[in-house]
């Protein structure tokens, strides 16, 4: 039986007043639901909003959820039998998620820049989603605003807003604006670095602009050694024209190395801000030893003269057999978080098949009545 439910889709308007921002501006969004609503009780919506970076979309393919299309889509005659507490009684674990803001937001401010460049802001506030309320209602007219301030990324972002009421009305739209800047700073840099590398890494320096003039770009960078003797380059720049600019280092000690690049064409300015992880390598060397003795043994320990305290590790184990290994294997079964079938029959297993051995040579903390209990029920 073909339904029509178009009647249950929401129209959803998003209005922006700009397509194009600075990093830092403040955009405020206003959303206009409306709809069929002769049969409805309730004339509020409510609204997910997300403002996501497109590039990360991209990567995976993500389009703006369609609610009205999952429940209203056909679907075929069927008598389907469903079991419900799975899904309400069971373990969960969500974790704690959270979004670290990228290049080491203000780690720099007392590096002094060079001449000219002192006054030039620098970006380090980076952040995919620059905005997202999951339950943003409206009034009785279906209308609802958002303001939030944007991050420092140059990008194109997707505003994705998906309505629903409580009467099972759904709908979706979707807009887009773009952060830019006239003349923009892109990294050039690894993602990490090891103590002893020497490599060159810098700023791409894009002019959006329709003028052609002198560029200035200025560095300053703390925990690592800057092998140029310049902190400041100079060149020539046409509109619509790029530039990577170079600086070698030096990585001499482990840490956190930040980096301030600040560039000026005329009267556009941009900053950039960045930290570069600088490991140290650390080889480790496993030596085991084992043997057997009916009455004393011995064995001599050297330890190496250059080592890292906080990576060495010394571990002794005795035992009357060399079944002590199946100890920390019998735990793991019966600890095991997930209860299928063949879980559970893992289990009791070992109980079953070596339960001489396991009482025998003190492999468990259960008695044999325990034991015996614990069988049965799983077999149960």
């Known amino acids: 039986l073909s339904v029509n439910p178009a009647f249950k889709r929401l ?34 919506a409510c609204l997910s909003v997300a403002v996501v970076d497109v590039g990360v979309l991209n990567l995976i393919g993500y389009q703006t959820p369609d609610p009205f299309s999952y429940f209203y889509s056909e679907r075929s005659l069927s ?36 001449p000219g460049l002192a006054e ?22 279906g209308e609802a ?11 194109t972002f997707r505003v994705m807003a998906v ?14 604006f773009r952060v830019s800047k006239k003349l923009a700073l892109q990294p050039s840099f690894p993602r990490f670095c090891r103590v002893g590398d020497n490599f060159e890494a810098g700023v791409v320096v894009h002019n959006f602009s329709s003028v052609k003039g002198d560029a200035k770009i200025g560095l300053e960078a703390s925990a690592i050694r800057l092998l140029d003797k310049r902190k400041e380059r ?24 930040s980096f301030a690049f600040r560039g000026r064409l005329g009267d556009e300015t941009d900053g950039l801000e960045l930290e570069l992880p600088i490991h140290l390598p650390r080889p480790t060397e496993t030596v085991a030893l084992s043997g057997e003795t009916a009455t004393t043994a011995e064995e001599r320990l050297v330890v190496p003269d250059e080592v890292y305290p906080d990576q060495g590790q010394l571990e002794l ?45 003190k492999l468990t903390s259960l008695e044999e009545k325990e034991i015996d209990t614990l069988v049965r029920k799983g077999l149960k």
Not at 240 to 252: I, K, P, T, W
Not at 345 to 355: E, K
């Open 120 to 141: 030039v802001e620098l970006r380090g506030d980076f952040k995919s989603t620059a905005y997202w309320n999951p339950s943003l209602l409206t009034d009785e007219q």
């Open 79 to 114: 008598v389907r039998t469903s079991e419900t507490r799975l899904h309400v009684v069971g373990q969960r674990d969500y974790g704690e998620k959270g979004e670290e803001p990228g290049g080491g937001v203000g780690a720099l401010k007392e590096l002094a820049a060079a």
């Open 11 to 44: 129209t959803v308007n998003i209005e922006n007043p700009k397509a194009e921002y600075k990093p830092r501006e403040t955009v405020r969004l206003k959303f206009k639901v409306s709809g069929d609503f002769t049969s409805a009780t309730s004339l509020t």
């Open 317 to 361: 184990q005795a035992a009357s057999s060399a079944l002590l290994d199946l100890k920390g294997n019998l735990g793991f079964l019966t600890d095991y978080p997930y209860a299928c079938l063949e879980q559970r029959l893992s289990a009791i297993l070992p109980y079953i098949v070596a339960r001489r051995v396991l009482v025998d040579f």
């Open 234 to 257: 100079r060149f020539n720049l046409k509109p619509g024209e790029s530039r990577e600019v170079l600086f070698a280092f030096e990585a001499d000690k482990p840490g956190i190395a």
């Open 163 to 176: 309505a629903q009421t409580r009467d099972s009305y759904f709908g979706r739209s979707e807009t887009s």
């Open 145 to 155: 605003a958002v303001t939030f301030t944007l991050p420092d990324n140059l990008t």
